[in-house]
């Protein structure tokens, strides 16, 4: 090998070394990047110091195993044909153990990071799981959006009840009662029938009538919201159930057998990482048969979880548009600026809940962006060097 050669081989070898060294030393540390699109970065940017580590000594064994075989074509001493074929024998072995270095350094990028990012998915998905249950429960949406549950509402119809004509007056069952447009039409009914003057009745119909108009509106939309992000929230539990059912089998060849909610309880990152050591020690000391298949064990797993990635993303879109629907339907409401004052506190927490939300989804929980070429080297841990 050319000195050249030889220094720049060394060079690109002790950078992709270091890379390794210095992210295994900071595993502990990286695992705690919020960010997946950073780490899939970061992955790309170290399989390419791999590559580049071992390109200038794949590259000068390749021109040397050409040039072998072109003088083994044109080559009639003997003893020196055999000198020929055995030299081609060892850079075939040279070129073969080299690649099989690239193929483990590379194996073990890849389930790093790709353990980074379940990681850091099932973070967003337990606090997605947290948001749903808080919005949807945020003091009972169905309440607002029931006249019933309005103290002024009351007050008007035990006043109508009290001053009610008894002998064409009727009560609703307990069911009806409850019931906003029965409620309604039954307080109306009330009112006419009751004993109030004119004035009296416009001056009590004057404390609810926002109410009324803004649960009659909104009742149907505000049930809407309330189950679409029951909808949600059971997504996201299938969606975390999936994440996990994906840590077991991607943790399994390498003999963790910790769940991910045991793994993120206990902190144990640290222990997957040291199995997976082992792991690639017994994949460099097998046989190429036996190699191949745990290489086959360690790689599918990662390819799921790319799989996983468009789950997540599918998900993370749908929920962002459903957000944008609830904003427009809260938004909806023709007489807000009207009824501004008399409307419940838990309407406008409700609008803000939603803004953030939207943002969230847009910064927090956004998805995973994943190009062609960023496909490719996750899959299959290739780029332009190879």
């Known amino acids: 090998m050319k000195l050249s050669n030889f220094i720049t081989a060394f060079f690109f070898k002790t950078i992709a070394f270091l890379s390794i060294f210095w992210g295994s030393m900071s595993y ?47 080559e009639k001493v003997r003893e020196k044909k055999i000198d020929f074929l055995i030299r081609k024998d060892e850079l075939q072995e040279l070129i073969s153990q080299e690649k099989d270095e690239i193929d483990n350094e590379i194996s073990k990028i890849r389930y790093i990071k790709g353990l980074q990012i379940i990681k850091i998915l099932y973070e967003k998905i337990l606090g997605l ?63 006419i029938v009751s004993n109030l003057s004119k004035q009296e009745k416009e001056t009590e119909l004057l404390k609810v009538d926002c109410i009324i108009d803004f649960t009659l509106r909104m009742q149907n939309d505000l049930n809407t919201i309330y189950f679409e992000t029951a909808f949600l929230q059971k997504s996201n539990e299938t969606v975390k159930s999936d994440l996990e059912n994906l840590f077991r089998d991607y943790t399994k060849p390498i003999g963790y057998e910790k769940s991910l909610k045991d793994c993120r309880e206990g902190d144990d990152w640290t222990e997957v990482k040291d199995k997976l050591e082992t792991f690639i020690t017994t994949i460099a000391k097998s046989d190429d048969l036996k190699k191949r298949k745990l290489q086959i064990e360690v790689e599918f797993p990662i390819d799921r979880l790319i799989q996983f990635i468009g789950t997540y993303n599918n998900f993370i879109s749908s929920g962002e548009q459903f957000y944008q629907k609830f904003k427009i339907i809260l938004n909806s409401y023709e007489n807000e600026k009207q009824c501004e004052s008399k409307l419940p506190i838990e309407y406008a927490k409700l609008k803000s809940d939603i803004g953030v939300a939207i943002e969230k989804f847009n910064i927090a929980y956004k998805p995973v962006e994943i190009n062609g070429t960023k496909m490719k080297e996750i899959l299959y841990g290739i780029n332009e060097f190879q």
């Open 28 to 74: 502990a540390k990286t695992i705690n990047n919020e960010d997946p699109n950073q780490i899939i970065n970061e992955m790309c940017n170290e399989i390419s110091l791999v590559y580049q580590g071992h390109f200038s000594t794949l590259n000068f064994h390749k021109n040397e195993l050409a040039k072998i075989n072109l003088l083994l074509k044109v």
């Open 129 to 191: 799981d947290h948001h749903f249950a808080s919005v949807r429960t945020f003091s009972e949406i169905s309440k607002i959006a029931n006249p019933n549950q309005y103290p002024e509402f009351e007050k008007v119809k035990d006043l109508i009840k009290n001053k009610q004509d008894k002998k064409v007056g009727f009560d609703l069952t307990k069911i009806l009662g409850t019931n906003t447009l029965a409620s309604v039409i039954n307080t109306f009914t009330g009112m």
